[in-house]
């Protein structure tokens, strides 16, 4: 275990903000992939973990704790903004469309659909 994923969940958590603020991805991630285990219900820890995935250009892993996040809560809109966007920037552009669209109404963003 590296000395940045020990302590508390809250302590991770900060630590895990701080790395993710500074543009540490991935050692945000290792942190975030640890507490996401501990509460895999939390939508917070996830989210921000597959943001940290999706920067690190860890697309696959984004794409699946986006998709478990939009599974639990269909109307999550910025999870679905960024599983379209981690679909587009895998060049699955025809996949990432709903999900974007769905996106811009959920965020009352009707002028783009």
């Known amino acids: 275990m590296k000395y940045y994923e020990q302590g508390t969940s809250a302590e991770r958590w900060e630590r895990a903000r701080t790395f993710f603020d500074a543009k540490r991805y991935s050692m945000a991630a290792d942190i975030l992939g640890g507490l996401v285990e501990e509460?895999?219900?939390?939508?917070?820890?996830?989210l921000l973990l597959a943001r940290a995935y999706y920067h690190s250009a860890q697309l696959k892993r984004a794409e699946d704790q986006l998709?478990?996040?939009?599974?639990?809560?269909?109307?999550?809109?910025?999870?679905?903004?960024?599983?379209?966007r981690t679909l587009q920037r895998q060049g699955r552009d025809a996949e990432a469309e709903p999900h974007l669209r769905l996106a811009s109404a959920l965020a009352g963003d009707f002028a783009a659909l």
Do not use: C, I
Request: glycine share 8%.
């Open 39 to 46: 509460v895999p219900d939390q939508v917070g820890p996830r």
């Open 67 to 84: 998709r478990v996040l939009v599974e639990r809560d269909p109307a999550e809109h910025y999870a679905r903004l960024m599983l379209g």
